[in-house]
């Protein structure tokens, strides 16, 4: 969850509207480059132009969700299988370990609504310019993820795969996406050759995964019994 410093076009940045591509390089030669000459009857060569790092990259992307699928399916498979064993994540000061996992999902949403808006200001989409927003969508997203971690623990060990009902099943396949999204995109991340929609692509299914994540739970909790410490 984690992006550039502010200051610094990002990597994966969306093309801008009108932008022109840069003076074609004419004249040299090697790999890599392109050559144009001209012949007595007018023809012209071409070199060839390398694209092996873009190429790389594209596979690793291709992997990195491959293993993000794996760890979907694989936390779905273990948190089927385990039998769960009922202790809780608890607290002091809370009144029961479900409002535990509500308020740690309330601020995890919370600080993922900041990475938000500080990563459409580092891609120059909001329209005003948030001060040091690189590091604020870094460390947001890494407060994020971390308060997530408790809950995840509760959840697997505690609850286990849960479909008793339409919200519990939604919410139990939503926790197994969360984290394989959330694998992609920490592989994704330093890769320079992918195209530039495939990081906001990935960022936007975590955030929507764990934003549904909080409706499912806490925001049900909130809206069934109150709101409770």
């Known amino acids: ?6 200051g610094h076009r990002p ?3 969306w093309p ?26 007018g023809s012209t060569s071409t070199g060839p132009t390398s694209t092996g790092p873009a190429v790389t990259d594209t596979a690793k992307a ?11 399916i694989g936390l779905g498979v273990l948190a089927r299988l385990h039998e769960p064993t009922g202790i809780a994540v608890n607290i002091s000061g809370f009144s029961s370990p479900q409002t535990v996992k509500v308020w740690l999902a309330s601020g995890a949403a919370v600080f993922a609504v900041v990475q ?19 590091t604020l969508h870094r460390w947001s997203g ?29 919410h139990s396949l939503l926790g197994c996406l969360f984290f394989g999204a959330f694998t992609v ?20 299914v975590v955030l929507t995964s764990l934003v549904a994540l909080w ?15």
Do not use: N
């Open 62 to 72: 291709v992997g990195a969700v491959l293993v993000g699928a794996a760890v979907t």
């Open 215 to 229: 409706m499912t739970s806490a925001l049900w909790f909130f809206t069934t019994f109150g709101v409770q410490v």
């Open 1 to 6: 969850m984690s992006t550039r410093p502010t």
């Open 116 to 134: 938000l808006v500080s990563a459409l200001s580092v891609y120059g989409r909001l329209g005003v310019t948030v001060p040091r927003a690189g």
């Open 142 to 170: 890494r407060i994020a993820f971390l308060l997530t971690v408790p809950i995840a623990v509760h959840c697997l060990y505690a609850l286990g795969f849960q479909a008793a009902d339409t919200r519990t099943l939604v």
């Open 16 to 41: 801008e509207a009108g932008a022109a591509p840069g003076p074609a390089d004419t004249g040299s030669t090697g790999t890599g480059s392109t050559s144009t000459s001209s012949t007595g009857t």
């Open 185 to 204: 995109k920490m592989l994704v991340l330093p890769l320079r050759g992918v195209s530039g929609w495939v990081l906001p692509l990935v960022g936007g």
């Open 11 to 13: 990597r994966h940045a």
